[in-house]
């Protein structure tokens, strides 16, 4: 299968090319293919001629979403209508990817892939809208990813380091840290999503719609945090604290574990974040100076 891959850079975009090995991958660097000139899109795809393209690349930074918000529109909405209609034109599957953010997290257990959309602020308004828009345009040739809670191995350039960098940068520089108690996620190590992703294209059983793909449990960013240090045998007075899903005056779903009911009944099953968050930190962090 021929792929275009937007967002080799990132952390999941990286994770994919890493461990591809039936497919040839065409990789645009972003003067070649911009989300933010998605006038270009048909005439890429046209000249490419993918089977597929996976698009990776998004506006995710979810406190700068409010302030830059017609940026991250025009990125996780705009941009992903017109590539899907690209992808229709040109004869081309799209698969893009989303967020639990979609969700406000009053359900008080993990959504499935069936929950209705109900976003708290705009970092979850433009990716619902996204999906509205791919959906409403190509019905039959995009596949959307939602995942929560992204770390790899590559980083994450647009937020300064994933979840896992910037706890163990903090445990360097404090000695007591205070992190939310009340926020239940499921965190997805990159590695493992792209192989689940990578699983999905394979699968004769793929049909366009939404998917969930996560690594399986859920835990707050607390016991997360926990975890981190515990791995690492880091010596930190980590305290919890409910912020009732406030953060620096926006809200943040409460309960935003998803469930990967569709992936499973195709036997794609992820391994728990327990076991991913201990081969991450033994990739990435087995030589730290204590």
């Given at each position: 299968?021929?792929?275009?891959?937007?967002?080799?850079?990132?952390?999941?975009?990286?994770?994919?090319?890493?461990?591809?090995?039936?497919?040839?991958?065409?990789?645009?660097?972003?003067?070649?293919?911009?989300?933010?000139?998605?006038?270009?899109?048909?005439?890429?795809?046209?000249?490419?001629?993918?089977?597929?393209v996976i698009n990776t690349a998004a506006f995710h930074n979810v406190i700068m979403c409010e302030v830059k918000y017609d940026q991250a529109f025009r990125l996780n909405c705009v941009a992903v209508r017109d590539l899907s209609v690209a992808c229709k034109e040109t004869g081309s599957m799209l698969v893009t990817f989303s967020s639990d953010y979609v969700f406000d997290g009053k359900k008080g257990c993990a959504y499935t892939e069936e929950d209705r959309p109900s976003p708290l602020q705009a970092y979850g308004i433009t990716r619902a809208a996204g999906e509205f828009a791919a959906m409403l345009s190509a019905l039959e040739n995009v596949v959307i990813v939602r995942t929560c809670g992204l770390y790899g191995v590559s980083g994450s350039r647009s937020k300064g380091g994933n979840f896992v960098d910037k706890r163990i940068r903090d445990a360097k520089m404090n000695n007591r840290l205070e992190i939310s108690s009340e926020q239940i996620v499921s965190p997805t190590y990159t590695h493992d999503l792209s192989l689940a992703v990578l699983g999905l294209i394979e699968s004769h059983d793929l049909k366009s719609g939404i998917y969930h793909l996560v690594n399986e449990g859920a835990c707050s960013w607390y016991n997360f945090t926990k975890a981190i240090f515990e791995l690492l045998d880091l010596k930190v007075d980590l305290k919890p604290v409910n912020r009732n899903g406030?953060?620096?005056?926006?809200?943040?779903?409460?309960?935003?574990?998803?469930?990967?009911?569709?992936?499973?009944?195709?036997?794609?099953?992820?391994?728990?974040?327990k076991d991913a968050l201990k081969r991450y930190i033994e990739q990435k962090y087995k030589n730290i100076e204590r």
């Open positions: 299968m021929k792929i275009l891959l937007i967002g080799k850079t990132g952390q999941l975009g990286c994770d994919i090319i890493r461990n591809n090995k039936n497919h040839e991958i065409f990789t645009p660097n972003r003067d070649e293919l911009d989300l933010g000139r998605s006038g270009e899109f048909i005439d890429i795809l046209s000249k490419a001629k993918p089977d597929l406030i953060d620096n005056g926006m809200r943040r779903p409460i309960y935003s574990a998803l469930e990967n009911k569709k992936a499973k009944n195709m036997g794609i099953i992820l391994p728990h974040w």
